[in-house]
């Protein structure tokens, strides 16, 4: 993270000028497991935050999914839980339109040298540190960012299940209806509040889709030249879906795997690199992309087991992996084909690029992004090879497995000196204590599914 990408206190004056109307403004950074974490600032502390930063405890990058300190980090205790400097993020400040009082938004992120100790574990700076390593090599990322998630009651069914929000005619879907134009119209109101507060935002959002499963949904965002870029939009436009979702009622849920029976929701990543005049390195008219570009590939296929957990941080992650279910299962590549993890999408040569499947809709953003970048920056650097690209059903296909355990994903990533060198040991260290207190705490709870088959019969 450099200076520049730390806002003027101008962004702020004007803002206040042109906003009499906020009395407060939300301020959060991205924790290690994708959640905003932050405090409500009050109008009059807006200016000062942007002039000499704003502290937050060291624990806040030590946290669990449900906001638990986690000792074993080394971000609580042991350093006093001491305050760490962030500052706010340029073009971050906007208005949150949802809210029922005007209410600004911005985006923190800890200072390399002034947010320590917790700024070794912030996912964002993980991901910078990727994209430098890059551009010092001629390659330029550019990303963009698709994320399924389902559009839920916040009234559960009479078996205490979650269910899809309901339509416009008064009835509540219960058939996937994939691409049916129908169900997209019959939630215009909720579609039009958030497509005006993505604009209203600065943000993106193109294209909306019915997905697999009733109310199952995918709204895609504009590639990005600035990686970066690319994904704070990301976490910025998922904190807008929930924040629209709620005004209207509305649950927007992004697990994995919400429903057993149902399809998983992902976050595809969509990536290509570009040389210092901004021209597509993978631009071919050959539809596996030039050489650069199988080098990339070939990166990823070797090291996603390495990256697993970062790719599926939960326990409900590894629910998604089903066969015929649009989730990899394996670690495979091809062209126009949804059944593999890699896929290169079909297009006109200048727009050739990688569609990475295989994160969930719960996963970090940054670490995806890092995690992708930096396979694909050794892949480049060894000249890997990958194999054959598939064709055909890639699930129906013999070869190796992705693991679909969540502790022997965590196995693999901590035994990985390839991740270490990618994303620093005190990442590693503190990312790896948060999804180790989380295993043994999920692991420990006694729940409906155990009554269920152990009670009477065990």
Known sequence: MTPMDFADPAEAEHFLAAHPEVRSVEAFLIDINGVPRGKLLHRDELLAAYRNGRP??????????????????GLVW??????CWTWPLAGSLVLQPWRARPTGQLQLALHPQRGLPAAVACPRRVLART?????????????AVELEFYLLDTVRDAAGRPQPALLASGTRPDTPQVYGVLELEQLQPFFDDLYDACERQGLPIRTAISEYAPGQLEITLEHRGEALRAIDEGVRYKRAVKGVAARHGLRACFMAKPFAERAGSGLHLHASLADGDGHNLFASEDPTGT???RHAI??????????????????????????????????????NNRTVSLRVPGGPAATRHIEHRIAGADANPYLVAAA?????????????????PVTGNGYAQAGARLPTDWLAALQALAASSWARDAFG???LEVFLAIKHAEHAQFMGEVGEQDWRWYLVHA
């Open 78 to 83: 042991d350093v006093g839980d001491a305050d």
């Open 425 to 427: 040991k005190e990442f």
């Open 372 to 388: 992708m970048l930096a396979a694909i920056r050794e892949g480049i650097g060894a000249r890997r090879e990958p194999p054959p």
């Open 291 to 293: 050489p650069l570009m």
């Open 298 to 335: 070939a990166g990823m296929l070797e090291r996603l087991g390495e990256s697993l957990a970062l790719f599926c941080p939960h326990a409900n992650s590894f629910r998604r992996f089903q066969a015929n279910s649009y989730a990899p299962l394996a670690p495979t590549w091809g062209v």
């Open 56 to 73: 937050l405890p060291a624990s806040i990058l030590g946290l669990t999914i449900n906001g638990e300190d986690v000792p074993e980090t």
């Open 131 to 143: 994209v430098e390593a890059l551009a010092a090599e001629g390659m330029h990322p550019v990303l």
